[in-house]
């Protein structure tokens, strides 16, 4: 496989996907997911693709968006109820984060061969 590729893959599956699994685990254990798990899962996502994209408005829509999760976790553990769907609004930000951050992890990795965390990476000794 070309190495580019390797890095652009790798990149997704683990600054991408893998900060994903406690949502896939309270499923899988629980049989859902709840409120407050997606609430603050939407606000760690969020802010980590923020700070590690290249793109200054990127940063910038994930740090509002992380503060509303963080916001929304807070009413949701002081027992207040939301106002709006949590699991829902959460979901849209994760997808819309994943697939934004998708395209610039392509960008930089298959068309600009930027080298992901120096992993499967030779180096000249």
Avoid at 26 to 33: F, Q
Avoid at 84 to 94: G, H, M, W
Avoid at 97 to 105: A, D, K, P, Q
Wanted: proline share 3%.
């Amino acid at each position: 496989m070309n190495k580019k590729w390797e890095q652009f893959i790798f990149s997704i599956i683990a600054h991408l996907t893998l900060p994903l699994l406690p949502l896939i685990v309270e499923k899988l254990l629980t049989g859902s997911v709840a409120n407050e798990t997606w609430a603050i899962t939407a606000a760690m996502y969020t802010i980590a693709i923020g700070v590690s994209s290249n793109w200054l408005p990127i940063l910038g829509v994930s740090l509002l968006v992380s503060m509303i999760s963080v916001c929304s976790f807070g009413f949701l553990k002081a027992g207040t109820t939301a106002n709006f769907d949590v699991p829902t609004s959460s979901l849209i930000a994760i997808i819309a984060f994943f697939i934004v951050h998708t395209i610039e992890r392509y960008m930089r990795h298959v068309n600009d061969g930027e080298i992901f965390l120096g992993v499967g990476v030779e180096k000249d000794v």
